[in-house]
């Protein structure tokens, strides 16, 4: 069973920093992309940003200028660097990672204040 652990949520002011982390476990072998997406009460499920197995990149207009996507294909992990956070990004977000099939996170929160 493929797992991936989210880490790196949390509570912050508008204009801080977050590094969020996601792993797959060992048994995908080969993983095509790896994204993140985010969720907000009332609102639907959203790409934030996305990368490739060959590092090709792309990010919501939204996060544009301030989140950086990033991955460590040989570990697995993908991570999303998120700066200059406003109250708007509060969200549960979800790792995403396509295979030969897709596969979800169990999400984690991220709280911007004010």
């Known amino acids: 069973q493929v797992q991936l652990v989210e880490s790196g949520g949390g509570l912050v002011q508008t204009g801080g920093s977050l590094r969020l982390s996601c792993v797959a476990s060992?048994?995908?072998?080969?993983?095509?992309?790896m994204g993140w997406y985010r969720q907000a009460p009332g609102k639907q499920r959203e790409l934030v940003a996305i990368?490739?197995?060959?590092?090709?990149?792309n990010y919501a207009d939204s996060v544009k200028g301030r989140f950086t996507i990033s991955s460590d294909n040989a570990k697995k992990t993908v991570y999303l660097q998120m700066n200059s956070l406003k109250f708007e990004d509060t969200a549960v977000y979800y790792c995403?990672?396509?295979?030969?099939?897709?596969?979800w996170g169990q999400g984690i929160q991220v709280t911007v204040s004010s």
């Open positions: 995403n990672v396509k295979s030969w099939r897709e596969d």
């Open positions: 990368i490739s197995s060959g590092g090709a990149t």
């Open positions: 060992n048994n995908v072998f080969k993983i095509n992309a």
